[in-house]
């Protein structure tokens, strides 16, 4: 968390200066997780909430308008009664309020200024509010070129195209425009919805596309018998090569007499008829063995 405190007349940050609004928020509402994304998640929940207002302001603020703690125009004005008259956020001065001690009989904080110390009260400067609401503002999102009150941000952010958002499919860390989130989601991620057009299995595209294409039973692959260009469906590479592959290897018919050749389908006949151990009729007696026999 962070820390604030009157110190000599002055207000101070314990840990310095928050530069971005962001971080000023996180630690404003005390977040320690180690868990680095949920604390952005509940940063960014209180940002709207938490300190003055972090724009670019086409027209110029008044210096008064600033609050004494985060340096920024102030939101929802508070103003001290004391002499220094200073101005605070509300949530700033909530927070100096909040880590005061409980010093009068009912254990309340007396509402001193952080500045000057003094025990006065303060009040809400609705004037003020209104006054830097009708302030005009670059919009927060990197070249969005909307220019108008800062009463209407919230409204235009709501529907902006350059706001960064999380892609929406699960897994995707991918952080993309709103007007490129439709394109990102079902044509551009990784891990968009697909539908494998060879079996029509369905998965993501990075697994539809990679892995799944080395199971994938429709798959059209080449026959892996040497010298055959026929490409068939991974699960009937079976069925072709006992059936109709004329480039697998098989035994020589004549194997249970003793010949050992293996040749492809469609040359096993150029060896059969000369294969030694064929079969053969002597020409003389008709007695029938091997050709070597014979």
């Known amino acids: 968390g962070i820390c604030i405190i009157a110190h000599s007349g002055h207000l101070q940050l314990t840990r310095g200066h928050v530069q ?19 604390a952005e998640k509940q940063a960014i929940r209180a940002i709207r909430a938490i300190g003055g207002y972090d724009y670019k302001f086409v027209d110029a603020v008044n210096r008064d308008d600033y609050c004494a703690v985060c340096q920024l125009p102030a939101r929802d004005p508070q103003q001290t009664k004391c002499e220094c008259a200073k101005l605070f956020c509300k949530s700033c001065y909530d927070q100096y309020y909040d880590a ?23 009040f809400s400067e609705k004037r003020t509010a209104k006054r830097i609401k009708e302030c005009k503002i670059k919009c927060p999102s990197t070249n969005c070129p909307w220019i108008n009150q800062l009463n209407i941000v919230d409204d235009h952010l709501t529907t902006c195209g350059y706001v960064v958002i999380p892609c929406a ?3 995707c860390k991918a952080l993309i425009t709103r007007d490129n989130a439709f394109n990102h989601k079902t044509n551009e991620c990784l891990l968009r919805q697909h539908t494998c057009e060879h079996c029509r299995a369905k998965g993501t595209y990075l697994e539809m596309t990679g892995a799944h294409i080395n199971i994938c039973p429709d798959y059209m692959i080449p026959c892996p018998n040497r010298g055959c260009a026929v490409k068939i469906k991974r699960k009937n590479v079976n069925s ?27 040359k096993m006949p150029d060896h059969t008829n000369q294969c030694l151990l064929r079969q053969h009729t002597c020409e003389h007696c008709s007695a029938k063995g091997t050709y070597l026999e014979m």
């Open 169 to 171: 499919n699960d897994g």
């Open 100 to 122: 005061q001690p409980r010093c009068n009989a009912r254990g309340v904080p007396a509402a001193k200024c952080p500045t000057c110390g003094q025990t006065r009260g303060i």
């Open 20 to 38: 971005r609004k962001m971080a000023r928020s996180s630690r404003i509402i005390g977040l320690c997780s180690d868990d680095h994304a949920a």
């Open 240 to 266: 072709h090569r006992s059936a109709a592959c004329e480039w697998e290897i098989i035994n020589c018919p004549y194997s249970n007499s003793g010949c050992v050749n293996k040749s492809p389908k469609c």
